[in-house]
């Protein structure tokens, strides 16, 4: 059961980066895709989340600039994050789970799988 994340990179302001949460071992279709961020001293994040029945969820700082969207045959989630600024620089984490209230899966709860991290750096 793994989770990777994949697709940051260097971008300069204004920009725009698709990441990708590849899943293997476990099927996608079930769970919840949640992607957070992290910047060190800070606290981690929840950027988005996408439900088994595709609902989405955007943290008031990425709404209208990320979205969020899942193949399920491919077992693959994605952000795609457009106007990208510097606050936007973090390591980017994708995770699933069962959680379903977004009060909760931005906080992480419910989010019982997690990928190793991307970075993103929004930089001119």
């Known amino acids: 059961v793994q989770l990777q994340a994949s697709g940051g990179g260097l971008v300069q302001p204004g920009g725009s980066l698709r990441l990708s949460c590849a899943a293997s071992?476990?099927?996608?279709?079930?769970?919840?895709i949640g992607w957070f961020r992290q910047v060190p001293g800070k606290e981690r994040e929840g950027v988005s989340c996408i439900t088994s029945d595709g609902k989405t969820y955007y943290a008031d700082s990425v709404k209208g600039r990320f979205t969020i969207s899942r193949d399920n045959p491919k077992g693959t989630g994605y952000l795609e994050m457009n106007s990208l600024k510097p606050e936007d620089t973090a390591v980017y984490y994708c995770?699933?789970?069962?959680?379903?209230?977004?009060?909760?899966?931005?906080?992480?709860?419910?989010?019982?799988?997690w990928g190793k991290g991307t970075q993103v750096t929004v930089s001119s």
């Open positions: 995770a699933t789970g069962y959680g379903s209230t977004w009060s909760f899966v931005a906080r992480g709860y419910g989010m019982d799988t």
């Open positions: 071992g476990f099927t996608l279709d079930y769970y919840t």
